[in-house]
C-alpha cells in the first residue's frame, strides 16, 4: 500500500497514543483528530469492535471535534435489534466491503444515516478494519459535512487510515477479550494474576483470607421435580444473587460447584483482617436479602446455607500441565466446607467459626461446640444476631 505523505503526521499520532494508552478511546480519539487536521476534514468517524463478553456484544467509538463517546452495545438479541438489521454495520459485516452514501436524500431504510442527514451530514462511509481474525465486527465510519462530500482522493486517505488503525486495534480488542474472559471465568482478582504471568503450576503465595462456602437446599429434589429450563432459570438467579453480594463488597467468587459457590476475601496492604472479615459478613447478610427478595417477588422457596471461616490458605495454581486451575488449598479451606453442612441442622442460614468471629472481633451468638467431619476437636460456632 503507498500511503499518501499527509498521513505522516498521524502514524506519528497513532504510535505515540497506542504506546502511552492501552485503551482504544484515547488512541482512537488522537488519530481522528489528527487525521481531520491533517488529511481530511471529516465531521464525524466511529468506530465499532465486537468483544466476548457475556452481557456486551460490542462497544461504538464516536468522535466528533469536541470530543469522543463510547456506547456499550449489550448481547441479548443485537442481531435480531432493528437498529442493526437497518445498519450499515450490517451490510459491512455480511459482504466485508465498504459501504458508503451520498446524504442528499432522505434514507428511510437506514435511520442512523437520516439521523446524521438530518443534523447535516452530507456523505457517509463505513470501511471494515482488516482483522486476522474476522469472525467479529470490526470497522471505521466517516460522515462529511462539505457540500460536496468527499472525493475520491478524500477515500482513498480514509481508506489508508483505516488499514493503518487496524492493527492497533486488534492488539487493544484481543487483549480486552483476554481479560474479559478471565474475569468472566474465574474472577478479576485471579485473572489478573493469570495474565500478569502467573501461570506456572505448583506455584502458590500463602495469604490470609475470609471465606464463605454457600450451597442451596434442597437442590436435588428441586431438579428432579423441575424443568431443566426452570432449574437454569432458578440456578442463574441464586448464583447472581450471590455474584451481586460478593462483589459488591470486594470478594470473589473462586468456583460454583453444582449448586455452591466458595468465594474469597483476602487480606492485603488496604484490608486488614478486620475489615475483611466485615466485608465477607456484610455480602453473606446481603445474600440472605438478595434471595428473600427472590421469594417474594418470584414465588419460590429457596433456602440456602453459608459457612464463615478465617485462615490461612495457599493461592496458586494445580492441576494437569495443560488444565490448571488457579484456586486455594489448605486445612482453612476444608474446614470452611466442612462447616457449612451444619447450618442445617442449626436452622442458621449463616454461621461462622471460632476463628472468623475473632478475627471479626465484633459479638456473635454462640451455637455451642459441635464436631466437624474430618476434624479431630469438637469447633465452637458462632451466628450473626441479625440473620
Not at 81 to 100: G, I
Not at 184 to 204: D, K, M, N, S
Not at 280 to 286: G, N, Q, S, T, V
Request: glycine share 8%; with cysteine; aromatic share 8%.
Amino acid at each position: 500500500m503507498r500511503l499518501d505523505p499527509r498521513l505522516a503526521p498521524c502514524i506519528e499520532e497513532l504510535l505515540a497514543a497506542s504506546a502511552s494508552s492501552p485503551d482504544i478511546a484515547p488512541v482512537f480519539s488522537g488519530y481522528c483528530a489528527a487525521l481531520a487536521r491533517h488529511c481530511v476534514p471529516f465531521w464525524r468517524a466511529t468506530l465499532g469492535l465486537e468483544f466476548l463478553h457475556p452481557e456486551v456484544s460490542g462497544s461504538m467509538f464516536i468522535w466528533r471535534a469536541d470530543g469522543t463517546e463510547e456506547r456499550d452495545t449489550p448481547r441479548p438479541g443485537i442481531l435480531q435489534s432493528e437498529a442493526y438489521r437497518n445498519s450499515p454495520t450490517r451490510v459491512v459485516d455480511e459482504t466485508n466491503l465498504t459501504f458508503r452514501r451520498r446524504l442528499d436524500a432522505p434514507c428511510p431504510d437506514m435511520p442512523l444515516l437520516e439521523e446524521l442527514r438530518s443534523a447535516g451530514a452530507s456523505d457517509y462511509v463505513m470501511m471494515p478494519l482488516p482483522f486476522i481474525d474476522q469472525s467479529r465486527t470490526a470497522n471505521m465510519s466517516f460522515a462529511s459535512r462539505a457540500p460536496s462530500g468527499f472525493s475520491e482522493r478524500d477515500l482513498d486517505i480514509l481508506h489508508q487510515a483505516s488499514k493503518l488503525f487496524s492493527p492497533f486495534a486488534e492488539r487493544i480488542v484481543l487483549h480486552r477479550i483476554a481479560g474479559d474472559l478471565l474475569d468472566t471465568y474465574v474472577g478479576p482478582r485471579t485473572g489478573r494474576r493469570i495474565l500478569a504471568g502467573q501461570i506456572e503450576r505448583g506455584h502458590f503465595e500463602a495469604t490470609e483470607a475470609a471465606m464463605w462456602f454457600a450451597d442451596l437446599r434442597g437442590y436435588t429434589a428441586l431438579s428432579e421435580a423441575t424443568p431443566v429450563g426452570g432449574v437454569v432459570d432458578i440456578l442463574n438467579a441464586w448464583f447472581e444473587a450471590m455474584g451481586d453480594a460478593v462483589d459488591g463488597h470486594g470478594g470473589e467468587i473462586l468456583k460454583f460447584m453444582g449448586d455452591g459457590a466458595l468465594a474469597i476475601f483476602p487480606t492485603s496492604e488496604r484490608a486488614n483482617i478486620q475489615q475483611v472479615c466485615a466485608r465477607a459478613l456484610a455480602a453473606a447478610e446481603e445474600l440472605a436479602v438478595r434471595i428473600d427478595g427472590l421469594n417474594q417477588t418470584r414465588g419460590w422457596q429457596l433456602a440456602f446455607g453459608l459457612a464463615l471461616h478465617f485462615g490461612r490458605v495457599a493461592y496458586g495454581n494445580i492441576g494437569a500441565p495443560r488444565r490448571l486451575d488457579f484456586t486455594v488449598i489448605g486445612p482453612a479451606v476444608n474446614a470452611t466446607a466442612r462447616l457449612e453442612p451444619l447450618t442445617k441442622a442449626l436452622c442458621r442460614r449463616i454461621i461462622a467459626s471460632e476463628a472468623f468471629r475473632n478475627a471479626l472481633g465484633a459479638p456473635m451468638t454462640h451455637l455451642g461446640e459441635h464436631q466437624l467431619r474430618g476434624i479431630e476437636q469438637p469447633q465452637n460456632v458462632f451466628a450473626p444476631t441479625a440473620v
